[in-house]
């Protein structure tokens, strides 16, 4: 049964990671923290931040694919700042209640939410993305600290940040988002999926096919088992964004997020 649950999990991720260019935290983690209640959120974050680091990589290609590829110096900038941001919270997280890491994962989920119903984002598929200069490349590495951020410190890819921010602070056209938010995501989680491996864990994973399989805060059986499921929908998730409309794709968004958030705060506060 847990077999099934972490490859349907992954199935969905895939789907929602090439969708939304978000990373797939958004269902990997509570899935986590639902199956594994025991565990310390660094144990839920840094498996989370492996997932996406595979997954990313995997959307990029299929994104190279059908044709949408990336400029280096924004795909490079957005990779260095989520690194940056990934390293920093990493060290956070080891100093903080894992109560208020839930909360803090939930927060983030309702304000973006809250911060998508109102953006209207430039839906063109010919829109230009600017070219970059001194000014442009601080608020590009800013963007990518901020992703790695909550990255590093919730589970997520990062992208559920950079997403808004790409939107509406650069403008850009958004078949292109996704593209680029995988590709700095797999910069951040790199770095997360290292780090977390270097961090003990007091509780380790241990249920059947999982024994033995856990690196410092790292889950490797887990985690191949989410990305196994999410290499058969990916491809599927970037073909999706390219044919639903930018109204749909909003709105289903908004949606993941209330949900995932609720279901955070009702493990908290039950």
């Known amino acids: 049964m847990l077999f099934i649950i972490l490859s349907l999990t992954g199935f969905f991720v895939g789907l929602l990671s090439a969708f939304f260019g978000v990373g797939g935290g958004v269902l990997i983690v509570p899935v986590l923290y639902g199956l594994f209640p025991d ?32 400029r280096f110096d924004w795909g490079a900038l957005l990779a260095l700042g989520m690194m940056l941001g990934v390293l920093s919270s990493s060290f956070i997280v080891q100093h903080i209640n894992p109560k208020t890491v839930r909360l803090i994962f939930a927060l983030v989920l309702i304000l973006t939410g809250i911060r998508t119903l109102f953006f209207k984002a430039n839906s063109s598929t010919s829109g230009e993305i600017k070219d970059v200069n001194l000014l442009k490349s601080a608020t590009i590495l800013l963007t990518g600290l901020a992703g790695g951020l909550i990255a590093g410190m ?117």
Do not use: D
């Not at 959120?41 to 949408?68: D, H, Q």
């Not at 059947?208 to 088992?225: E, F, R, Y």
């Not at 949900?259 to 955070?264: K, L």
């Open 154 to 270: 919730t589970g997520l890819g990062g992208g559920i940040v950079m997403v808004p921010l790409l939107l509406t602070v650069h403008k850009f056209p958004l078949p292109y988002v996704p593209v680029y938010s995988n590709l700095a995501m797999i910069g951040g989680t790199l770095v997360g999926m290292i780090r977390y491996a270097q961090i003990s864990s007091p509780e380790v994973i241990t249920n059947g096919i999982l024994s033995g399989t856990q690196l410092g805060s790292v889950q490797l059986a887990v985690a191949g088992l989410i990305f196994i499921g999410s290499s058969f929908s990916s491809k599927l998730g970037a073909k999706l964004s390219q044919k639903v409309s930018r109204t749909t794709s909003q709105r289903l968004f908004v949606l993941l997020l209330i949900v995932m958030s609720g279901r955070i705060l009702y493990s908290i506060y039950r």
């Open 39 to 70: 565990v310390p959120p660094s144990v839920v974050i840094g498996t989370s931040l492996s997932v996406i680091f595979f997954n990313s990589i995997v959307n990029t290609y299929n994104f190279r694919r059908l044709g949408r590829k990336t």
